[in-house]
């Protein structure tokens, strides 16, 4: 199933997308199939069925729709980084034995068409990274890779915006990720009957249409499974939270010469069989700064 949360007044129904339309599912919701003790994955069977009633009814065309990110306030955001090997070696730095982590804050959620926005006097160093969402569909603790992807609840796409001057000036990562607005997510969780190898999808990213990142899932030097168990091993994860799985090489910041966003730069993040998140970038100057 190919899931999306839209805006319809004050409301932001669950809807099922298939070809271009969408059969809204009144109940549950989005909210209702995450959250702490939630079981969403085992509400995916009652979603599957209120949207074959719906179809008989009127669909809606996707396109016309306001699309808001999948998941509105993960309970966390697990980030890896350097996780693909080309990634490690753009940037100098030798494949790490094990998983890279780190947090980006949940407040940095925004969704498809929302804008990226900075302020240029905090950050001059903005960029992007492609990367394969994992959303977590029920509470996991100390499972083993065998049976890790039996606790995901979908897929999708998002983009671990980085404000590089500020990573490399706090030497860790949570600032420079956790702006406002530097965690587009979207714009479809696909479930995964729909994907049933997460380490076979290529992504790409491209700033103002020019293709920027391309890579496979099959790169990745922890895969999903791996990860989620790690993780596990660590802390529990929730229905809800998402494991950000890190980026390939291509990022801007590595480019020769160095291609980081900028005021009305259109960015795209693109897996295959999930969609492409396409989110706009705004400078916007702090009021009343000099
Ligand atoms: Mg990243």
Redesign the pocket.
Known sequence: MRLVRFADGNRDPLGVERDGRVNVVESPSMDDLIGPGRDGIAMLGPVRERAAVARAESSLSVEHLSLLSPIRRPGKIV???INYAAHAAEGGRPAPADPVLFAKFPTSVIGPGDDIVWDPALTSAVDY?A?LAVVIGRTCRRVDESTALDYVLGYTCLN?V?ARDLQFADKQFVRS?SLDTFCPIGPVLVTPDEIPDPQALRIRSYVNGELRQDASTADMIHGVAELIAFCSRAFTLESGDVI?T??PAGVGWYREPKALLHDGDEVVIEIEGIGRLVNRCREEPTAGAS
């Open positions: 980030a890896v980084g990274e990367e671990d980085s990720k950000a890190g980026t």
